[in-house]
């Protein structure tokens, strides 16, 4: 019996990670196939049995597990925009942090193409730095912030997320030290980015640290979060929780909302709080 970590699933062949970095591709049995799905990140026990086929016979309890796509034991989650081509949307963004708490995975904020708007960039560090939140401005063209981004990079399994065409595989890349994602392009008629990723796929960095690319997207999906604990996922709003007058309130119309008014105070910046209402307002009135 042999643990392992999964690396990638295709067609139900999974490879994975075993000890001193040897690679196996397995398949799970069939008893655990029906009880469990089994995601990249997993990590599994696999033995190779008297007909030579090796297969996957128990997965270990996850501490984190990712939707989007689904993967498992994620450590950190890098969260990539550009602050133009494609132009920087802060709700997006935000709704990317609130998913990453959700999650209880530790979100990384990378503001990209900082050549082509430096105080833009700045501006966007500076406001998640303000939340409560690592946040780095970058720029590959001119070399500036990867060094000081990598040495932000923690845990065995750090995956990588945002936008189409923000540049996350050219990023992935740079930090890997050679072309392995492939990167796509920013349509002129749409000012989006082109999806070239797939599929989960760990792979290995250095130091049994490993990367994840995942699939572009445009919009996000937050049906998993209940409105009531939404607050909960804007680290900025914590120290004010349980000070409203009312035990249920949700930070929207209620008289005497200690959120509100750190508002108007000046201790939780507008726009967050505005991507708080927007994204209960998503909660409350789900798209059909």
């Not at 970058?138 to 981004?149: N, V």
């Not at 065409?165 to 994602?181: A, E, P, Q």
């Not at 939404?230 to 209620?254: A, Q, V, W």
Request: aromatic fraction near 8%; charge should be positive.
């Amino acid at each position: 019996m042999m643990k392992g970590l999964i690396l990638k699933n295709q067609n139900g062949y999974f490879t994975i990670y075993g000890s001193e970095g040897a690679l196996s591709l397995c398949r799970s049995r069939g008893r655990l196939k029906r009880r469990t799905d089994i995601l990249v990140g997993d990590y599994v026990d696999f033995e190779t049995g008297n007909s030579g086929e090796t297969v996957i016979t128990h997965v270990y309890p996850r501490k984190t597990v990712l939707y989007r796509p689904p993967s498992a034991n994620i450590d950190q989650l890098v969260l990539v925009s550009a602050v133009r081509t494609p132009d920087l949307n802060l709700f997006l963004m935000d709704k990317m942090v609130v998913m990453a708490e959700e999650a209880g995975v530790e979100p990384l904020i990378v503001i990209n193409k900082a050549d082509l708007d430096e105080a833009g960039a700045e501006k966007a560090v500076t406001y998640y730095r303000k939340a409560g939140y690592s946040a780095f401005s970058l720029s590959l063209l001119h070399d500036e912030g990867l060094e000081e981004l990598t040495s932000a990079l923690k845990g065995p399994i750090i995956a990588f997320s945002g936008p189409s065409g923000v540049g996350k595989s050219t990023l992935l890349n740079r930090i890997l030290g050679k072309s392995h994602f492939l990167s796509g392009e920013v349509s002129r008629h749409t000012g989006r980015g082109k999806n070239t990723t797939r599929h989960a796929e760990l792979i290995q960095w250095k130091d049994r640290r490993f990367l994840m690319d995942t699939p572009g997207y445009t919009y996000l999906d937050i049906d998993r979060i209940e409105g009531n604990h939404l607050s909960y996922l804007f680290r900025d709003f914590r120290p004010f929780l349980g000070k409203c007058r009312f035990n249920d309130c949700i930070h929207s119309k209620e008289p005497d909302c200690a959120v509100r008014q750190a508002v108007d105070e000046g201790l939780i910046q507008q726009r967050r709080y505005q991507s708080y209402l927007e994204i209960l307002d998503e909660i409350r009135n789900p798209r059909r």
